[in-house]
């Protein structure tokens, strides 16, 4: 028998939630789906149930409230990951609108250092985003298990709700499964680089221990 045991989660792949208050939430939710519903009406028709917007929703006035809350979302995220740089910009922002039976297959947002989504409406039973493990070992021995936990599964069910936003790494590979209902489900996605990342991020994170010149300059 043992005195004590310890589980050590090293290198966890973090999922960061914030949550809006509700009076906020509704004010957004009226002004946004309000201009959405607009921007849907003008757009032409494709068949697909599948709605997404251009990559500039962000700049909408209807917009602006939601995205001081997604500034201040990303800040506490850098706080916490503490890079050197620290300066963000949105790269691209979009609506989703999800029907209920539509998938959004596996996917990442490349090129990208944080990704997120706002719920605006959540129906009960299109309330869950899917996270993959970025871990090889499980795309190349998969036991068979007798009941999936946190510790074996090879995806994850995040459950989300109206007025939640999620933060998450870019490169974390994630899935809107198909809902049962009749509700849709539309979101705000953005995504957030380093500013001027070729001058704060990507210089070698090292110091040379010889001299640059043979004169010492």
């Keep these: 028998m043992f005195q004590n045991k310890t589980t050590f989660p090293l290198f966890p792949t973090t999922v960061w939630g914030f949550k809006l208050p509700p009076d906020a939430a509704e004010r957004i939710k009226g002004d946004v789906t309000a201009k959405l519903d607009t921007l849907i009406a003008a757009a032409p028709k494709t068949g697909n149930p599948f709605l997404q917007t251009e990559h500039d929703f962000h700049t909408l006035p209807e917009m602006q409230e939601l995205m001081g809350y997604f500034n201040e979302a990303v800040a506490e995220v850098i706080a916490a990951l503490a ?85 998450f790494p870019s490169w974390l590979v994630h899935q809107v499964p198909a809902g049962d209902g009749d509700a849709s489900r539309i979101s705000i996605a953005f995504n957030v680089n380093f500013k001027d990342f070729c001058a704060t991020v990507s210089p070698p994170n090292w110091v040379p221990n010889v001299p640059t010149h043979p004169d010492g300059s």
């Design 83 to 167: 890079p050197k740089a620290t300066e963000m910009e949105i790269t691209g922002c979009w609506a989703n609108v999800h029907p209920a039976s539509s998938l959004h297959r596996a996917h990442s947002h490349p090129n990208n250092f944080l990704s997120a989504v706002y719920y605006m409406t959540v129906p009960p039973d299109g309330n869950q985003i899917a996270f993959f493990d970025p871990r090889m070992q499980h795309y190349i021995l998969t036991p068979a298990v007798a009941q999936s936990n946190a510790y074996n599964s090879e995806h994850l069910f995040f459950e989300v709700e109206e007025g939640m936003l999620i933060l």
